[in-house]
């Protein structure tokens, strides 16, 4: 085919050089750009200075536009519009990054940012200086948290609260940690000689008086304290989901996975022997029927192996699946008798693994704990769909009302519960049903408010179920990660970190654990710090510091 033009064509434009400024840069270039047109001798229009100081106008108007002044920062924000100014937010920028990303935490991390930023020269940065700083913060952070307890404590209605349970070990003393599931409101916080049910009574009764809040659930694994504690305070206990996966995982993953590498490594021993007896005496011989019969028997014995593995991890993980108030597959409301049938189902497939097996004694008391814990989540279920009956009995809904309760909105303020906490691929799953239950509320011919209403119920049913203590679980490992951060944790500075968790943390709705569980506001408590609380003072010209002694002696004599 002839080409009927030899000429290249190009439409596109190039793309201009990207060119990067410092920001101490921009401000030399700002100032004398607001110069050059605030002379009155010499004034030059916008175009003339920008063409002057060889920057595009609508760059300099970008860079002009972008210095937002609030009256509280005013002078800050000037001073940091400066040459001199931009060099110390950089400074300090990079100072802050150095410390907390690669720094130790505490004491040192502190000394190491007042030193990198240059701002030891106005502030004392001793370890006694920033020592006294620290008691200072964290004696103000406590009683923070003790005067804004009381203050919200008088202001709120009693009410009943689901609260999961648990200790963190460091060395021989176990820490007693409490949180409200819902609002992440930590309870309790405290190291103690033991874990009893009477010390956790002990503990744990005056801080709920002093709330103004008593025990309605508890979530935890099965210890015996716990359980106990529970029973005697009138609660009632919920054996938590995950823990019960974990007795499984220690009963039967260590024994199976060893199992199929003991055959794995036999088959792959076997193929090399069956590959040299080929090379040697070739495939009619009578050792080649041998060697492949051999392999033939350890393939299928380590398909076997690896088939009774994978049984026994997918059914452990439809546990998750199965323990939810309704039916992830269809939306219904499921019921406790059905709930338990198909948790029989998933352990009968993992006892009849466990048999083939031939797993040891130890790991058939750990199945047997598994499925007395079973048990007890199947009466909590039990519990809870008699007080979920209740509960729309005091709605007071007519019967085509409490139909639409019960089949649109508590299923869907369920998922929204959830959602949060669901993987990708769980979210995907359930999106179509999500969005069927979303349709059917707002094709309901029910007026807005009542909508709206039922909704609100609908949440608090939602969220009167519960199954896992995670929330727990993760401030345990943040405990854990402070007690070695900061070498130990005394009693001031772990009552510290839990108002900080209580009155400063927020979620991604902007709200912290005290707003959410007092539903009322409260002060913040950067800025309290920040009022009330005195910084070091400039540092001190020691004694030994000749360097510093010469200075101040050459400058009194020259003055």
């Not at 005067?147 to 349970?165: G, H, V």
């Not at 009574?201 to 529970?230: A, F, M």
């Not at 029927?289 to 051999?294: C, D, L, N």
């Not at 009302?401 to 649109?408: D, G, I, S, T, Y």
Request: proline letters at 2%.
């Amino acid at each position: 085919m002839p080409i009927a033009s030899t000429t290249q064509t190009q439409n596109a434009t190039k793309n201009r050089i990207r060119i990067s400024r410092s920001r101490p840069a921009i401000a030399n270039k700002v100032i004398s750009f607001q110069e050059l047109t605030s002379l009155k001798k010499t004034k030059m229009s916008e175009r003339e200075a920008t063409a002057l100081l060889e920057i595009p106008r609508s760059t300099m108007q970008s860079w002009t536009s972008q210095k937002v002044v609030q009256e509280d920062f005013f002078e800050l924000t000037e001073f940091i519009s400066t040459p001199g100014g931009q060099k110390f937010l950089q400074r300090v920028v990079m100072a802050a990054y150095q410390s907390i990303h690669f720094g130790c935490g505490g004491i040192r991390s502190m000394q190491e940012f007042l030193e990198l930023s240059c701002l030891h020269l106005f502030v004392a940065s001793s370890e006694g200086a920033l020592q006294n700083f620290s008691v200072r913060c964290e004696s103000f952070i406590v009683n923070f948290g003790m005067d804004e307890e009381k203050r919200l404590a008088e202001k709120m209605k009693s009410k009943k609260i689901t609260a999961a349970l648990d200790e963190m070990f460091r060395r021989r003393y176990p820490c007693l940690v409490a949180i409200e599931i819902v609002s992440g409101y930590i309870l309790l916080e405290k190291f103690t000689e033991d874990r009893t049910a009477e010390t956790w009574k002990k503990e744990l009764q005056p801080r709920l008086d002093k709330l103004n809040v008593s025990l309605d659930q508890v979530v935890s694994d099965l210890c015996g304290g716990i359980r106990t504690c529970t029973r005697e305070m009138g609660a009632n206990h919920v054996p938590e989901l995950f823990h019960v996966q974990h007795e499984i995982t220690k009963a039967t993953a260590g024994a199976l996975n060893s199992q199929e590498r003991e055959f794995s490594v036999a088959l792959a021993e076997s193929e090399e022997k069956l590959t040299k007896i080929i090379q040697k005496y070739g495939e009619k011989s009578e050792k080649f029927r041998e060697a492949q019969g051999i392999r033939n028997l350890r393939q299928f014995g380590y398909e076997r192996r690896k088939e009774r593995r994978l049984k026994v991890k997918a059914a452990k993980k439809e546990f998750g699946k199965i323990h939810h108030p309704i039916d992830l597959r269809t939306g219904k409301l499921q019921t406790a008798e059905q709930i338990k049938e198909r948790f029989d189902d998933q352990l009968k497939i993992i006892e009849q693994c466990a048999e083939e097996a031939d797993l040891s004694k130890s790991s058939r008391k750990r199945l047997a704990k598994a499925r007395r814990a079973f048990d007890g989540i199947v009466e909590y279920l039990k519990y809870f769909f008699i007080w979920y009956a209740a509960f729309i009995s005091t709605l007071k809904l007519d019967s085509e009302q409490a139909l639409f309760f019960q089949e649109v909105i508590f299923p869907l303020s369920y998922l929204k519960m959830i959602w949060r906490r669901l993987s990708r691929e769980e979210k995907e799953g359930l999106k179509g049903l999500k969005e069927y239950f979303e349709g059917k509320l707002h094709a309901a011919t029910y007026s807005e408010p009542m909508k709206l209403g039922l909704m609100i119920k609908g949440q608090e049913c939602a969220e009167k179920f519960q199954r896992s203590s995670s929330c727990v679980e993760g401030r345990n490992g943040m405990l854990s990660l402070y007690h070695h951060r900061f070498h130990r944790l005394n009693e001031r500075g772990i009552k510290a970190l839990t108002v900080v968790h209580n009155f400063h943390i927020k979620r991604e709705d902007g709200t912290t654990a005290a707003e959410r569980f007092f539903n009322q506001s409260h002060r913040n408590l950067f800025e309290s710090l920040v009022e009330n609380v005195r910084i070091p003072g400039g540092p001190r010209v020691q004694n030994h510091d000749i360097t510093r002694r010469l200075n101040g002696w050459a400058k009194r004599r020259s003055a």
